[in-house]
Nanobody
Framework: QVQLVESGGGLVQAGGSLRLSCVASGGTFSVLRMRWYRRAPGKEREFVADINWSGASTYSSDSVKGRFTISRDNAKNTVYLQMNSLKPEDTAIYYC?????????WGQGTQVTVSS
């Protein structure tokens, strides 16, 4: 059974940093592209960043480019999202995602709140 567990969220002042983690279990994640999404209050879920199996290829949305960095440690089945220069508009629940055989799997999310 595939499980994704996010952690690392919290309350931070604008300009601060947080590092989110997503630990995956129940599958062979080292060969899969992994993604981060977020959902802000009253808004649709938004793609944040993704990373290929080796970590050599990453892609970030324009809204976080240059501030957020996605990385992974396949030995630990863990994907990270380093978030720097946080803004109040980054406030959201952040979710880890993986697609396996056309099935979407999501974690429970971790709350990030950025105060101005």
């Amino acid at each position: 059974q595939v499980q994704l567990v996010e952690s690392g969220g919290g309350l931070v002042q604008a300009g601060g940093s947080l590092r989110l983690s997503c630990v995956a279990s129940g599958g062979t994640f080292s060969v899969l592209r992994m993604r981060w999404y977020r959902r802000a209050p009253g808004k649709e879920r938004e793609f944040v960043a993704d990373i290929n199996w080796s970590g050599a290829s990453t892609y970030s949305s324009d809204s976080v480019k240059g501030r957020f960095t996605i990385s992974r440690d396949n030995a630990k089945n863990t994907v990270y999202l380093q978030m720097n220069s946080l803004k109040p508009e980054d406030t959201a629940i952040y979710y880890c995602n993986v697609v396996i055989r056309n099935n979407d799997y999501w974690g429970q999310g971790t709350q990030v709140t950025v105060s101005s």
